[in-house]
């Protein structure tokens, strides 16, 4: 008997130092990349040669943005027309290193240029206006080996989805880093599950009102040889099989291209099938109504009608209390104490308070409402914000303003 308490107790340490392990050992976390909205030109070659290497650099990234200006203007529809360098450089905010060899005196280079979407709009007088997801929970599955991962171990599937930028995508994507609990969350076997109750304490803990599952099995020919990529897209907490296509590199070298590559033509694929009308929501994921309170007795209503209707007011009131998930930007600290003060200036709001913070990308804020989540969202969208996603987690981004910037004066002649 004692023997057998001393296995039980050991068996149970195992497993909870192996649950610790898997929270907090390995080096599994990859942080996304900022979703940041631009305007993307890659894939520019460029050869410049100069006096030093640094002149060459910088001269062939002066070349880069005038050869990316070209191409996105007509891309717009705007016709090609060059502009001044001066003018290019309030445009342009940043500048992607694909490729480059550096020389004494000569640059040669693949680059790929990023151009600010509101000013970029207001020089081509466009008006962009793009439509957006609500709010998508995206679990990454890489197979690779007869091993099917997601954060359990760093994956090239999970970099490739952290590298990719979602500020031009039609989808509101949840990324998940990697870190803490997310290697227990969100696992292979999850998107095999199919409890709602489940999927909605996740999408509740993420910020998220549904699910993408984008899925590649990696093929390797031999060690060094060719990998195949077959990637799925899947959606919701049923796994549905959206589409489904195959890449190929030639050798183990290329897999991060070809995850990449992967990674756009998959988000084509969910903006197709948004645009489809096939990314609509299960039913079954909304959380379930509050109880609602018995009708009173009618005859305590009639001896107690006086004291029934000086109360009922307060106790409605409470009754309509909602905590409601607001998702917003935030690349400052001051940026915070805006939103938080601008949600606690609205009608009925009882509190505010940031409840995961993310400088530089998107923090989440619980809010505590008097009234139905869509009297929030009017409320938000009448002070100027755009407001995504529906029921009680929602995501607000202020309109931009596409005022023409205040170009400095340029005794360049532009072609």
Do not use: C
């Not at 006096?51 to 001269?59: I, K, L, N, P």
């Not at 910020?207 to 990998?227: E, F, H």
């Not at 903006?271 to 079954?284: F, P, T």
């Amino acid at each position: 008997m004692r023997a057998s308490l001393i296995l039980t107790g050991l068996v149970s340490t195992a497993l909870a130092a192996a649950a610790w392990a898997q929270i907090e050992g390995g080096d599994r976390g990859v942080a996304p990349m900022a979703g940041t909205s631009s305007y993307e030109v890659s894939g520019i070659t460029v050869d410049v040669a100069a006096r030093t290497a640094d002149e060459a650099r910088y001269g062939g990234w002066r070349a880069a943005q005038r050869k990316a200006w070209t191409q996105l203007s007509r891309r717009m529809g705007a016709g090609g027309g060059a502009v001044s360098d001066g003018t290019l450089d309030q445009l342009v905010s940043g500048i992607v290193v694909e490729n480059e060899q550096i020389g004494p005196t000569r640059y040669i280079a693949r680059l790929g240029v990023l151009f600010d979407r509101a000013r970029t709009s207001a020089m081509l007088g466009i008006v962009d206006q793009a439509a957006h997801s609500s709010p998508m929970l995206v679990i990454p599955v890489q197979v690779s080996g007869g091993v099917a991962q997601v954060f359990e171990a760093r994956t090239d599937w999970q970099e490739a989805w952290a590298r990719f930028r979602t500020g031009n995508s039609a989808i509101d994507y949840v990324r998940a880093a990697g870190t803490g609990p997310d290697s227990l969350l969100l696992t292979a076997g999850q998107a095999q599950r199919r409890g709602r109750g489940w999927w909605r304490m996740l999408l509740d803990q993420y910020g998220a009102s549904d699910i993408l599952i984008p899925i590649v099995r990696l093929q390797r020919q031999w060690p060094g040889g060719p990998v195949i990529g077959v990637f799925e897209a899947r959606h919701g907490p049923d796994n549905e099989l959206l589409d489904s296509f195959s890449l190929r590199v030639a050798s183990a070298d290329g897999v991060a291209a070809l995850l990449d590559a992967g990674v756009r033509r998959m988000d084509a694929l969910y903006a197709r099938a948004l645009s489809l009308g096939a990314l609509s929501r299960d039913i079954a994921l909304t959380p379930p109504p509050q109880p609602v309170a018995p009708p009173p007795d009618e005859v305590g209503d009639l001896i107690d009608a006086t004291d029934t209707a000086d109360d009922a007011p307060t106790a409605a009131g409470a009754g309509q209390a909602v905590t409601v998930t607001v998702q917003y930007d935030s690349p400052s600290a001051a940026s915070v104490a805006n939103a938080e003060s601008t949600l606690r200036g609205v009608a009925g709001v009882r509190s505010a308070q940031t409840s995961s913070l993310a400088l530089g990308g998107v923090s989440l804020m619980r809010v505590v409402f008097d009234g139905d989540p869509e009297g929030l969202r009017t409320a938000l969208e009448s002070r100027g914000y755009t407001v995504n996603g529906s029921g009680t987690t929602l995501r607000i981004r202020r309109a931009p303003q596409l005022q023409l910037p205040d170009f400095p004066t340029d005794d360049r002649p532009s072609g």
